[in-house]
């Protein structure tokens, strides 16, 4: 039984997709709404609908993926409009907002509102926006975003987060969470502007910004682990945390498990393989526990042993 309970929200399961992949359409969300990820997670909206960058934009590495989408989406009505017709699967809506702006992170967290959602995560950390930092480090913009955004009713609120790389960052970051009524948080997203060449081409392997894009997959495994599990280590008890960033197995999620993590999403592992996965690594998990001996999944949850 692995089901989760992430900022008051009941999952049946530990194991969703992540905003990003194959979440943009209405129909590749029916798809998710009868797989078995434990939730539906859309692609992060903008005001309006965007194209994105030009292509070539993702590509599949050997351990993961680079990419650089731009953002590619509908626009945030359209996300309005469809969601009273996905919660016929019974599962969390989670909707995915990422302005251009603080406004903009105003104005789509106030008409979601209203919603379908079950959860709003706010993505405060899109590298691909030629021109636009990563909120998430720039931590006196963090503080006021958070500030904007909380402001309205009582839709559980979340904040995607970017990789941190030093303890006083960890530090700095949940202390401004701890300011505000945050429910949750997801961490972490791609490893911003990195750059994989290609020695046969001479050339890197995307278009956009001269190559650099988000990285993906196993590489920033490690990475996540010691986000989610210094989040885990600093946040109190009532902000929930999703765990992302290579997970391919039930051992990467068990992996998460132990770091401290609530639930995990999955992003290249589903771009690659489609919505089998989510029942693959939830059945791996399951079968991991049980070896264990673990009986209830929140026994392993935070339960990393040190050396
Ligand atoms: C995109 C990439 C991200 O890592 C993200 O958080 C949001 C958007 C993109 O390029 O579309």
């Given at each position: 039984n692995l089901s989760s309970t992430v900022a008051e929200v009941n999952f049946a399961s530990y194991i969703l997709n992540a905003s990003g992949p194959r979440c943009t359409t209405e129909a590749e969300l029916h798809n998710l709404g009868q797989s078995e990820s434990a939730a539906i997670m859309t692609k992060s909206c903008t005001l309006l609908a965007r194209e994105g960058n030009p292509e070539p934009r993702y590509k599949a590495l050997p351990q993961g993926s680079i990419q650089s989408?731009?953002?590619?989406?509908?626009?945030y009505k359209a996300y309005l409009d469809m969601l009273p017709r996905l919660t016929q699967y019974n599962k969390p809506l989670i909707v995915s907002i990422s302005g251009l702006s603080i406004n903009d992170n105003v104005e789509m967290v106030s008409a979601f509102q209203k919603s379908a959602a079950d959860l709003l995560e706010v993505n405060f950390s899109c590298p691909n926006v030629p021109g636009k930092p990563q909120l998430g480090y720039d931590f006196e913009q963090t503080d006021k975003a958070l500030a904007a955004i909380t402001k309205f009713g009582d839709k559980p609120l979340g904040i995607k987060l970017p990789a941190y790389f030093d303890f006083n960052h960890f530090e700095t970051v949940a202390n401004i969470l701890k300011?505000?009524?945050?429910?949750f948080i997801s961490s972490i997203n791609s490893i911003g502007n990195t750059l994989v060449i290609d020695p046969e081409t001479e050339s890197p392997v995307i278009k956009p910004k001269a190559g650099f894009g988000g990285l993906c997959g196993s590489y920033i495994k490690p990475i996540g682990l010691a986000n989610v599990n210094a989040f885990r280590q600093l946040l109190p008890k009532e902000i929930s945390i999703f765990g992302v960033g290579g997970i391919y197995s039930g051992s990467d999620a068990f992996e998460y498990l132990l770091a401290g993590a609530d639930a995990v999403q999955v992003a290249t592992c589903y771009q690659e393989q489609g919505t089998e996965c989510f029942s693959r690594i939830s059945n791996e998990l399951s079968q991991i526990l049980s070896r264990k001996n673990y009986q209830d999944i929140n026994d392993a949850k935070g339960a990393l042993k040190l050396l």
């Open positions: 989408m731009g953002l590619p989406n509908l626009g300011k505000y009524p945050v429910k």
